[in-house]
């Protein structure tokens, strides 16, 4: 809650000290060894910090603090860098989010893209997936009401505090995410203003949630091609773009990112399904240790605290695919009445959640 203290700065400080008791204990002179600078402005900047306050506030508005180590901290977030040094929340995570996809795009963006948006995040959030994304106009805000409107889950990352919404207008959709059971969440106090300088901040956090970034409508050095980097450059996720028009400035950071190679080009939801599979990275980032099982099912790992939740299209792909000497997709489908893409969700949600099944 310090201005002028940073998740990097902050974690100096703790690991310095020892603790947080004795940071705040800490004086100018002690503080002065681990800043370097600007120590007696941190010192008259915590003596101002207003704690009870806080706690009033966040009672006010439903919201509870976590920190790293709390046995509900998200574990992908582990991976951000740097990683928060605490969230405020409203709602509550569960394990279900560990299979997370990032859909992030242009606060001004065409008619294609809202169509793109809310195509991608309905079958994602059909298929069990949390779609995570900043809140903010356009493909961010299309995107968390497609997965509402799909009855699945959705995490708003949000760039100030969760009491005050950003945009303004999006109260009403932030509320509707808590009231479906979805997660509102910040590393910034309850009604801490959304300064230009926290976007970035707020990205990685996006990112780092997520197993994979899809991009509809980036633009050219925009915030959301900013997370598709952290995403592929930071935290060695998959990263996927939509395609618009050559001539459309909206897309110009999606084509960008395809052309150098570090997005894969999507055109349906069975690409998203594609990609997500083939990072190695996604299963070791969300899993456990596995054992083996026999046939050509290889590797599954024994639910822990419920992490693995078997719908009934995995249940039903599971089955097939364990009664087959190899796998073919056409056989499953006759066999489960299941479309190719939703076989390739329940083929991705079972090896992201530890059982490998071979092709």
Same mark, same amino acid.
């Given at each position: 809650?310090?201005?002028?203290?940073?998740?990097?700065?902050?974690?100096?400080?703790?690991?310095?000290?020892?603790?947080?008791? #004795?940071?705040?204990?800490?004086?100018?002179?002690?503080?002065?060894?681990?800043?370097? &600078?600007?120590?007696?402005?941190?010192?008259?900047?915590?003596?101002?910090?207003?704690?009870?306050?806080?706690?009033?506030?966040?009672?006010?508005?439903?919201?509870?603090?976590?920190?790293?180590?709390?046995?509900?901290?998200?574990?992908?977030? +582990?991976?951000?860098?740097?990683?928060?040094?605490?969230?405020?929340?409203?709602?509550?995570?569960?394990?279900?989010?560990?299979?997370?996809?990032?859909?992030?795009?242009?606060?001004?963006?065409?008619?294609?893209?809202?169509? #793109?948006?809310?195509?991608?995040?309905?079958?994602?959030?059909?298929?069990?997936?949390?779609?995570?994304? %900043?809140?903010?106009?356009?493909? $961010?805000?299309?995107?968390?009401?497609?997965?509402?409107?799909?009855?699945?889950?959705?995490?708003?990352?949000?760039?100030?505090?969760?009491?005050?919404?950003?945009?303004?207008?999006?109260?009403?959709?932030? +509320?509707?995410?808590?009231?479906?059971?979805?997660?509102?969440?910040?590393?910034?106090?309850?009604?801490?203003? =959304?300064?230009?300088?926290?976007?970035?901040?707020? !990205?990685?956090?996006?990112?780092?949630?997520?197993? *994979?970034?899809?991009?509809?409508?980036?633009?050219?050095?925009? %915030?959301?091609?900013?997370?598709? &980097?952290?995403?592929?450059?930071?935290?060695?996720?998959?990263?996927?773009?939509?395609?618009?028009?050559?001539?459309?400035?909206?897309?110009?950071?999606?084509?960008?990112?395809? &052309?150098?190679?570090?997005?894969?080009?999507?055109? !349906?939801?069975?690409?998203?399904?594609? #990609?997500?599979?083939?990072? =190695?990275?996604?299963?070791?980032?969300?899993?456990?240790?596995?054992?083996?099982?026999?046939?050509?099912?290889?590797?599954?790992? +024994?639910?822990?605290?419920?992490?693995?939740?078997?719908?009934?299209?995995?249940?039903?792909?599971?089955?097939?695919?364990?009664?087959?000497?190899?796998? $073919?997709?056409?056989?499953?489908?006759? +066999?489960?009445?299941?479309?190719?893409?939703?076989?390739?969700?329940?083929?991705?949600?079972?090896?992201?959640? *530890?059982?490998?099944?071979?092709?």
């Amino acid at each position: 809650m310090t201005r002028g203290i940073g998740p990097i700065e902050g974690r100096n400080l703790l690991e310095a000290f020892g603790g947080p008791s #004795q940071v705040l204990a800490a004086s100018v002179a002690d503080l002065s060894q681990v800043l370097r &600078r600007r120590a007696d402005e941190v010192r008259r900047n915590m003596d101002a910090v207003n704690v009870h306050r806080e706690f009033e506030e966040m009672e006010r508005e439903s919201v509870c603090g976590m920190l790293p180590g709390d046995a509900d901290w998200p574990e992908l977030l +582990k991976t951000a860098t740097p990683e928060p040094l605490a969230l405020w929340v409203r709602g509550a995570f569960q394990e279900a989010d560990r299979f997370s996809v990032a859909v992030v795009g242009s606060r001004i963006c065409t008619a294609y893209g809202m169509e #793109q948006a809310d195509r991608f995040a309905g079958w994602l959030a059909e298929q069990g997936f949390t779609i995570v994304s %900043g809140g903010a106009r356009g493909i $961010d805000a299309a995107a968390h009401r497609s997965a509402l409107r799909h009855h699945g889950r959705t995490v708003v990352v949000l760039a100030g505090g969760v009491g005050r919404a950003y945009p303004p207008e999006h109260a009403p959709l932030f +509320k509707s995410v808590v009231a479906a059971g979805g997660v509102l969440c910040s590393e910034f106090p309850t009604y801490h203003p =959304s300064e230009g300088g926290l976007f970035p901040r707020r !990205n990685r956090i996006i990112s780092a949630l997520s197993l *994979g970034t899809l991009l509809i409508e980036a633009r050219l050095n925009s %915030g959301a091609l900013i997370t598709g &980097r952290l995403a592929a450059e930071s935290h060695g996720r998959e990263v996927m773009a939509v395609p618009g028009r050559i001539d459309s400035p909206s897309s110009e950071g999606c084509h960008r990112a395809i &052309r150098e190679g570090w997005a894969a080009l999507v055109t !349906n939801v069975a690409d998203v399904s594609q #990609q997500l599979r083939s990072s =190695s990275m996604l299963v070791a980032g969300a899993m456990a240790a596995r054992t083996h099982i026999g046939a050509e099912v290889l590797h599954e790992v +024994k639910p822990v605290a419920g992490v693995l939740q078997m719908t009934p299209a995995m249940q039903q792909v599971l089955a097939a695919a364990q009664s087959m000497r190899s796998m $073919d997709y056409d056989q499953i489908s006759q +066999k489960t009445n299941l479309g190719i893409a939703e076989i390739m969700a329940a083929v991705t949600r079972l090896e992201l959640s *530890g059982i490998r099944i071979r092709n």
